[in-house]
């Protein structure tokens, strides 16, 4: 069980953190369910987003590696859009995630910079 000291901060939100020893991962517990959600979001946006460039791309449906007629130009031109789609995606929700549990509970969720890993 996990116990959590709530406290005022600057009279508009509050504060997660108990004592300085274990706050780190109490406020990653507190974001896990949150990062999954974001990150089924960012992979379901990522998708619908790389299925509408690459319908400006080609006619056809993106090639699959496996598919045999599939040339390398074509697969390493799809792969790389999706790729690039998919991890700024996911980046830019986590990112906004994490600044949204931060601007509400006054704890960032992961490492500052700076902290020793």
């Known amino acids: 069980m ?9 009279g508009r939100s ?3 953190l108990g004592s300085a020893s274990g706050s780190l991962a109490r406020v990653k517990l ?17 998708k619908k987003g790389f ?4 319908a400006v791309v080609d006619d056809e ?3 699959q590696a ?8 074509k697969l390493a031109l799809a792969l790389l859009l999706e790729g690039a789609i998919f991890k700024l995606v996911k980046g830019m929700v986590d990112r906004g995630a994490r600044t949204g549990f931060a601007s509400l509970t ?3 969720p ?3 910079k700076g902290d020793e890993i």
């Open 106 to 108: 006054g704890s960032w």
């Open 30 to 46: 507190l974001f896990t369910p949150l990062g999954i959600l974001a990150g089924l979001l960012a992979g379901f946006v990522a």
């Open 2 to 10: 996990v116990n959590i000291n709530v406290c005022e901060r600057k």
């Open 66 to 73: 496996e598919d045999r007629e599939a040339s390398y130009p």
């Open 14 to 16: 509050v504060r997660l």
């Open 61 to 63: 449906k993106p090639p």
């Open 51 to 54: 299925e509408r460039i690459w």
């Open 110 to 112: 992961g490492e500052e």
